[in-house]
């Protein structure tokens, strides 16, 4: 009885043992699965670390970081094979072999060199039906096929598959914003059944990180497509405006000489050497006296234009007398501003003082002044002209009261080649130079410009220099006077 009871006990531990030995079997597989889950999460974390840091800071171009990332690939998983295809930047509808990289494989150490890097149509059934993105049967395709696929040599497949024995590949197509941007192909050694779904999942998740890696790439490398291309056009332009500013220049030179002639002539005519003129002939002569002198100005601006382009606009100062530099630029004015019937002012002051001025370069800006207040102020109008000083500053102002500009115009006025558009119908072939120039000149010089205009009613322009600023110096003052 007790020897039964005994028995029964003993098969009873025995049983506990079992399941007890069962369970901790159970327990350690689990355990070793866990591990062996949280191992493989760290080596795929790992490895799209390192993907992110190739792409965000390697300085390379997207061949050398494809090739870093297939390197980073085999070397983090092991497999024989990893292939990766993308789009050359400026190749939209092709993709080529960018980075290959291999396993070294039963002590060799495989490379593969192609004699270009093989490419695929991305029009091309291949790649743009579901077959591409799948495990693919590399036995049932001849090297032939396999070489038309790749467009690479039938003999470079050849090469290839001899140095691996891969029997199939995994291929995951790489779509970042509804665009392929490439392909990650993984080569196995045994066929495709064979290939793991953690392995699939693991490429999976790999080319999801490979894809932005690449289309970040990518766009920046369009990017600098479009500034290399875009600085190219800019440097095509620049020689083309050196070009158009040479022409104007030697244009301007050229046509100064004869119109410095014409001027000449003129004046002697007008002042009788040719013998005595009528009113009718002395009239019709100042007015073309007139106008080759407006000719001289429009050449000096265009020739300044082009030097402030090519940085050979220079200021040459030189003690100057303002109040006797707008007395003559008046006296030349007063023909064309009585021919349209206007009055024009101007009270010489007494005892101007001297200052450093650009001589040439001023006096066309006061001609450019008075003759806007001519032309943009209609017949029987007044224009006012005035040089005054103050204790610290000198000031010149034309004021007409002519057409004025519009208040939504005024603030574009003194940019190159505007022009107000009540001034195009008043005056159809000005050139909106002028002014532009005449702001340019004052700057230079450290003066500002005086502008005010109200429509209608008439206009403001002028300059004011600081005395100062412009001080003639003691080597450039007058001698006095020696008395005998
Ligand atoms: P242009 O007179 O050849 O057009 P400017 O550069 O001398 O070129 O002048 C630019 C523009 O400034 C003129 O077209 C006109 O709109 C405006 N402007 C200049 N002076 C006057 C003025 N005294 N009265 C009205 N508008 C003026």
């Not at 700057?443 to 004011?464: D, P």
Request: a positive charge.
């Amino acid at each position: 009885m007790e020897e039964t009871q005994d028995k029964k006990k003993l098969t009873a531990s025995f049983v506990r043992k079992k399941t007890l030995q069962t369970t901790l079997q159970q327990v350690s597989q689990q355990m070793y699965a866990r591990n062996k889950e949280l191992a493989d999460t760290n080596r795929m974390l790992s490895l799209l670390r390192t993907i992110a840091a190739i792409s965000m800071e390697s300085q390379s171009g997207i061949k050398q970081i494809c090739q870093e990332i297939t390197d980073a690939v085999v070397e983090s998983t092991g497999y024989p094979l990893i292939g990766l295809f993308t789009q050359p930047s400026s190749h939209r509808d092709e993709i080529a072999l960018y980075g290959i990289s291999t396993k070294s494989w039963q002590g060799k150490t495989s490379t593969i060199e192609f004699a270009r890097p093989p490419h695929l149509k991305t029009q091309s059934e291949w790649f743009t039906t579901g077959e591409i993105y799948e495990a693919i049967e590399l036995k049932g395709h001849s090297a032939a096929k396999i070489a038309e696929l790749l467009d690479c040599t039938k003999h470079e497949v050849k090469v290839f598959l001899d140095q691996l024995p891969i029997k199939s590949v995994y291929v995951v197509k790489l779509v970042v914003r509804q665009r392929v941007v490439g392909l990650l192909v993984a080569g196995f050694l045994d066929s495709v059944d064979t290939i793991a779904e953690s392995d699939k999942h693991l490429l999976d998740r790999l080319g999801g990180s490979i894809g932005v890696a690449l289309d970040n790439k990518l766009l920046f490398e369009e990017n600098q497509h479009v500034v290399h291309q875009l600085q190219k056009t800019n440097q095509k332009l620049k020689a083309l405006d050196e070009t158009k500013d040479e022409f104007i220049s030697m244009a301007s030179h050229q046509l100064r000489t004869p119109l410095t002639s014409v001027k000449g002539y003129v004046s002697m005519v007008l002042e009788g050497d040719a013998g005595e003129l009528n009113d009718m002939q002395k009239k019709l002569l100042e007015q073309s006296f007139a106008s080759s002198q407006r000719m001289v100005y429009l050449i000096a601006d265009l020739l300044n234009l082009s030097r402030l382009r090519t940085g050979k606009f220079v200021i040459e100062a030189k003690p100057t007398n303002l109040a006797d530099v707008i007395e003559s630029e008046v006296n030349q004015l007063k023909i064309s501003a009585a021919g349209r019937n206007l009055t024009l002012d101007y009270k010489k002051p007494d005892n101007f003082p001297e200052i450093m001025l650009d001589e040439t370069k001023i006096r066309q800006v006061i001609m450019n002044f008075a003759d806007n207040a001519i032309y943009y102020t209609p017949s029987g109008g007044s224009i006012d002209i005035k040089l005054k000083q103050t204790k610290d500053s000198v000031e010149f102002t034309v004021n007409d009261n002519g057409i004025g500009i519009p208040p939504e115009e005024q603030r574009h006025l003194f940019n190159k080649f505007y022009r107000a558009k009540n001034a195009q119908k008043a005056r159809p072939d000005g050139t909106g130079l002028g002014l532009f120039m005449a702001k340019k000149v004052i700057i230079a010089q450290g003066g500002a410009v005086v502008f005010k205009s109200v429509e209608n009613k008439g206009s403001t322009f002028g300059f004011t220099f600081s005395k100062q600023k412009l001080k003639v110096p003691d080597h450039l003052q007058p001698k006095p006077k020696t008395t005998t």
